[in-house]
């Protein structure tokens, strides 16, 4: 007579069977891959353990998992890096801008807050626009006076 030493919901059942057609869509978290690995070894039936080869298998696959994990994590600070850069090079120019509440805005970027969250929102005259509600960059086109006058009160900053 076997017994079954771990019981199973429909659910869990059913999700292990999801896990098993493609582990790394539901198992993207290293921590679960591991508890499930070790709770395996844990009740592995003696008589009949499983394979080397199988384990290997298995602990490949948690590699996979931590590697695609720190690769997106690196690719999520990348794009950070680049809405920075492009919201900073904008300082100066003339942007337009549809804000949430379907507002238009436009004029010169005088400054940039870099925050952790939300992206970088740019200071347009005095109204603080989120660099993913710009819609058109341009050239401030009237560099010329801007030159003969720094201390117009277009003084730019930028915050980090």
């Known amino acids: 007579?076997?017994?079954?030493?771990?019981?199973q919901s429909a659910a869990g059942a059913a999700q292990s069977t999801q896990s098993a057609s493609n582990p790394l869509q539901s198992l993207t978290d290293p921590n679960t891959f591991l508890n499930l690995l070790?709770?395996?070894?844990?009740?592995?039936?003696?008589l009949n353990p499983t394979s080397g080869t199988q384990f290997l298998s298995q602990t490949a696959q948690l590699t996979e998992v931590e590697t695609i994990t720190n690769l997106e994590n690196e690719v999520t600070q990348e794009a950070t890096a680049q809405q920075q850069m492009a919201s900073t090079s904008m300082i100066g120019q003339t942007v337009s801008a549809t804000l949430s509440d379907g507002s238009t805005?436009?004029?010169?970027v005088q400054g940039v807050s870099l925050t952790t969250s939300g992206g970088p929102t740019l200071d347009v005259d005095g109204t603080s626009v989120p660099l993913s509600a710009v819609q058109t960059v341009s050239a401030t086109p009237d560099s010329t006076s801007s030159a003969a006058a720094p201390s117009?009160?277009?003084t730019t900053t930028s915050t980090t």
């Open 1 to 7: 007579m076997t017994v079954d030493p771990v019981s």
């Open 38 to 46: 070790v709770a395996q070894l844990k009740y592995q039936d003696p």
């Open 105 to 108: 805005v436009s004029g010169v």
């Open 152 to 154: 117009s009160g277009a």
